[in-house]
Nanobody, 111 residues
Framework: VQLVESGGGLVQPGGSLRLSCAASGFTFSRYTMSWHRQAPGKERELVAGITSGGGTTNYAASVKGRFTISRDNAKNTVYLQMNSLKPEDTAVYYC?????WGQGTQVTVSS
């Protein structure tokens, strides 16, 4: 199983980023996928999740209305569109499939 995140970087407050997670080595379309994040000195937390068919999503209260999770089962990829970014969104963002983590991608929100 491989989960490879991309799309992180440095962005100013109020800006946007789109993270991607390319999955391989398992039947992607059968599994719920999620994004998590870990800020320095804090525990890893769930940001957003999406069911196998994409019909149901859930979000942490801190990102609801600003972030959107989606997936393309034909491309074995899950996305996280992040808008109206705040400094407190700064963290390493991880893609998760049941039992497996990606390596993470750094998101820094700073002026």
């Amino acid at each position: 199983v491989q989960l490879v995140e991309s799309g992180g970087g440095l962005v100013q407050p109020g800006g946007s980023l789109r993270l991607s997670c390319a999955a391989s080595g398992f039947t992607f379309s059968r599994y719920t996928m999620s994004w998590h994040r870990q800020a320095p000195g804090k525990e890893r937390e769930l940001v957003a999740g999406i069911t196998s068919g994409g019909g149901t999503t859930n979000y942490a209260a801190s990102v609801k209305g600003r972030f959107t999770i989606s997936r393309d089962n034909a491309k074995n990829t899950v996305y996280l569109q992040m808008n109206s970014l705040k400094p407190e969104d700064t963290a390493v963002y991880y893609c998760y499939a049941p039992g497996f983590w990606g390596q993470g991608t750094q998101v820094t929100v700073s002026s």
